[in-house]
């Protein structure tokens, strides 16, 4: 969930993030690395885990405490965003309390597509599209271009079967919160990473906001 730090530590680290908010009268969940406002807000907890794991675990309160400042009180975003700051982020539709009032694109089953603005710092999803921003077919057009924008993933290949490699299994890991959301460019993606698609198509995976995972069907490699 916050791979920066072990199991135990992530779990204190939440706690202590629970804790703080709950200091300043908010009701939220923490769920897959992310907290979640009742408001229908969003924000990662990525880089807070990241900077935790490089600190001495008693000045963790102050550097919980400084991270939700930054979170809940930004700078004044009223008016159209910058066009380079609309991305979007995969989220599956249970698991969100409020729906999106725009017809969100549900590129799979279940799986939609929250407009979300990328600032310096963190990432807002929006149950609104953003001001000045017309329809979703715009907010789109606009995130599909700016993921094409962000620096390539890390790729990776396991083959659970050495001897074929139709079992090869493609991992795309990225530092940004738009990981997973590369399924939203997934053919340009796949293209420039070298990696074929046959007629059968591909499975897909996507554990985490930082993480997709391609498996080509290209053989009897999927029954591994």
């Keep these: 969930m916050l791979p920066a730090l072990a199991p135990d530590a ?3 680290l939440l706690a202590l993030t629970r804790s703080e908010l709950a200091s300043r009268g908010l009701e939220a969940t923490i769920d897959a690395g992310a907290l979640q406002l009742s408001g229908g807000q969003v924000f990662g907890l990525h880089n807070l885990s990241v900077v935790a794991a490089g600190t001495r675990e008693r000045r963790w309160p102050q550097v919980v405490a400084s991270h939700l400042d930054a979170l809940l ?9 910058d066009p380079g700051q609309v991305l979007a982020q995969l989220r599956t539709r249970t698991e969100i309390p409020t729906q999106p009032a725009y017809p969100a694109q549900e590129p799979l089953p279940g799986v939609i597509a929250m407009i979300a603005l990328d600032f310096p710092d963190h990432v807002v999803e929006s149950v609104d599209l953003p001001d000045g921003i017309p329809d979703t077919a715009t907010a789109m057009t606009l995130a599909r271009s700016n993921l094409r924008e962000l620096p390539p993933p890390e790729h990776q290949t396991y083959c659970p079967e050495e001897d074929d490699p139709t079992s090869r299994v493609h991992l795309f890991v ?6 997973a959301a590369r399924l939203l460019v997934l053919d340009e993606l796949l293209e420039r990473a070298g990696v074929e698609v046959g007629p059968g198509g591909v499975l897909l995976c ?5 993480v997709l995972v391609v498996h080509p069907l290209v053989g009897t490699g999927v029954l591994a």
């Design 10 to 12: 992530a779990d204190r």
């Design 73 to 81: 009180n930004p700078p004044d975003t009223s008016g159209p965003p």
């Design 174 to 179: 990225t530092d940004d919160f738009f990981g």
């Design 206 to 210: 996507a554990p985490c906001r930082h």
